[in-house]
């Protein structure tokens, strides 16, 4: 006793992505940017110590008072709060990937280099 069936087709994978699927860890990631940039204003802070204690002693010491550099370094110090603040707060649809990564590579080298500024002075 034979039926006549045929074989039935296996169904065809679909193309959608599973959501619960992990994600690429080497893909970049916009929060990973953003703690970095939130670490970035520690680091801007401590900057900022140094960069206040540089003048203090430039003034005691010196003439009385600070010179220009002192107020291109706070300066520094500013902008590289606005950069990092910029990387931190924005949402991912406002600002690119690139974008984001340039604004904390801006807020660290800032805080980096507002000390050296004010011994210049």
């Known amino acids: ?15 959608t992505p599973d959501p619960t ?4 860890p ?30 203090l002693e430039d003034s005691i010491g010196d003439d ?7 107020d291109a370094a706070f300066w520094a ?6 950069a990092g603040l910029v990387a931190a707060v924005l949402p991912r649809s406002v600002l690119a990937h690139r974008a984001r990564t340039y604004a904390v590579a ?4 800032l805080a980096l280099i507002a000390p050296v500024i004010a011994m210049m002075d």
């Not at 699927?21 to 690429?24: C, G, L, M, Q, T």
């Open 77 to 82: 110090l500013g902008l590289g709060t606005l």
């Open 64 to 70: 009385g008072r600070a010179g220009s550099a002192i």
């Open 1 to 15: 006793m034979t039926t006549n069936q045929a074989p039935q087709a296996a169904a065809a994978p679909t193309a």
């Open 106 to 109: 801006i807020q660290y080298m």
């Open 21 to 24: 699927a992990p994600s690429d």
């Open 26 to 55: 080497t893909a970049p990631s916009a929060r990973a940017l953003r703690i970095i940039a939130l670490c970035g204003l520690l680091a801007l802070f401590v900057s900022f110590v140094l960069t206040a204690i540089v003048m």
